[in-house]
């Protein structure tokens, strides 16, 4: 079973639709957790954390069930601009000399999103 | 520009040969990481640097992977022997170890004929 998985899609929408996706991870003792968009053939840029109060940010809902092991990310009004390859992470938190810090992520697979007119 | 950075960002080599990437982080962040990505997948951690030492390495980094960050400040990852399955992004990303959010750069994407 992999750490973080995700529904791949594609999932194709029209322009101000409101779209859901979905992670599970099987590690309990993730520590903090997050979205990253990726556009085509470039690099991943962190969209924003999730918090188990959960958090929002603009068009961007963000939501964390600690015990289902559950993460959600909510995009309303959705614009073409959106159209991208969302992933979602986690990590845990490693010991250093100054104390803990937040160590490697591991990704899910990705869900598509396109955005049409 | 003051990203991180790294070189080359395209690489074609035979089956074989030996290929060195370096990845340049942001000036003030310690952490160094190196993830490898493939088509359809989601980035896949490699190895990370605290400062000049490597602090862990995953299971796929095999014996041909060699990462290095001599200073503290660039790294290098080498792939010797190369094989047709380390076709990939290899993607850097850096960070200040108090933050939990990692900047990458553009990556590297190698093709092993």
Redesign the interface.
Known sequence: RKE?EQD?GPFNVPEGATVAFNCTYSNSASQ?F?WYRQDCR?????LM?VYSSGNEDGRFTAQLNRASQYISLLIRDSKLSDSATY?C?V?GI?P?A??T??????????TILTVHP | DTGVSQDPRHKITKRGQNVTFRCDPISEHN?L?W?RQTL??????LT?F?NEAQ??K?RLLSDRFSAERPKGSFSTLEIQRTEQGDSAMY?C?S?W??????F????TRLTVL
């Open positions: 973080v791949p903090s997050f470039k690099e991943p840029k962190l954390s992933l992470v990590t490693t250093n100054g104390g810090s937040y160590g490697k992520l591991t990704f899910g697979q990705g | 952490r990481y993830y359809g997948q989601g980035p896949e951690f990370y605290q602090l862990e995953s993607l990303a960070s170890t108090s933050s939990g959010e990692q990458f750069g553009p990556g």
